[in-house]
């Protein structure tokens, strides 16, 4: 079964600097797909970033990217120029096709992130 | 915003009770899933929804059930409430054509309290 861990609870960063949130995660699959997700205290989940694992070159979103390491199962976040806004809890999940042509989402247990003044 | 959109936004059940909470998906997506979020807890999978028809369930008990419809909107039925199903519910839709899949938008969710 594949896992997901986030060994970050919290983190913190003044405004306009660069912080990282940490994933891993554990599969035997070749051909899957990694996500951040974004929860603010509204609740919704909001798409922050998606990688293929079929690609080899990280994803980037305006001031997010990532540090895709398949073989070391590792999918770093950055956050460059931190906002106020970029305050919230940050997920890693990961998704491949099961039985059925399931897709589910497999989250790790967040990151609490919070972006100082 | 997605255009996802969930109701009731919160919600205070009896243990015991039955419960039914909707979804109404993105316009032109034909998958629907759902997850059971407990506080400080990430999302956990429940089960999905493709074309009216469920297609794959997580670790949950048959008291859980659900509803896809014609439009692609959805419900989760849950019985004999008990306090542990205290959680967000949220609603995920996306688009599924063959294969591919595309990332799934979410609702913002129903607050469930059991008491």
């Known amino acids: 079964a594949q896992t997901v861990t986030q060994s970050q609870p919290e983190m913190s960063v003044q405004e306009a600097e660069t912080v990282t949130l940490s994933c891993t995660y554990d599969?035997?699959?070749?051909?899957?797909?990694l996500f951040w997700y974004k929860q603010p205290p509204s609740r919704q989940m909001i798409l922050v970033i998606r990688?293929?694992?079929?690609?080899?070159q990280n994803a980037t979103e305006n001031r997010f990217s990532v540090n895709f390491q398949k073989a070391a199962k590792s999918f770093s976040l950055k956050i460059s120029d931190s906002q106020l806004g970029d305050t919230a809890m940050y997920f890693c999940a990961f998704m491949k096709e099961g039985t059925s042509g399931t897709y589910k989402y497999i989250f790790g247990t967040g990151t609490r992130l919070k972006v100082l003044a | 915003e997605t255009g996802v959109t969930q109701s009731p936004t919160h919600l205070i059940k009896t243990r015991g009770q039955q419960v039914t909470l909707r979804c109404s998906s993105q316009s032109g997506h034909n998958t629907v899933s759902w997850y059971q979020q407990a506080l400080g807890q990430g999302p956990q999978f429940i089960f999905q929804?493709?074309?009216?028809?469920?297609?794959g369930r997580g670790n949950f008990p048959p008291r859980f059930s659900g509803l896809q419809f014609p439009n692609y909107s959805s419900e989760l039925n849950v019985n004999a409430l008990e306090l542990d199903d205290s959680a967000l519910y949220l609603c995920?839709?996306?688009?599924?054509?063959?294969?591919?899949?595309?990332?799934?938008?979410f609702g913002q969710g129903t607050r469930l309290t059991v008491v």
């Open positions: 599969t035997s699959e070749n051909n899957y797909y």
């Open positions: 995920a839709s996306s688009l599924r054509t063959g294969v591919l899949i595309r990332e799934a938008f």
């Open positions: 929804y493709y074309r009216e028809e469920e297609n």
């Open positions: 990688q293929e694992a079929y690609k080899q």
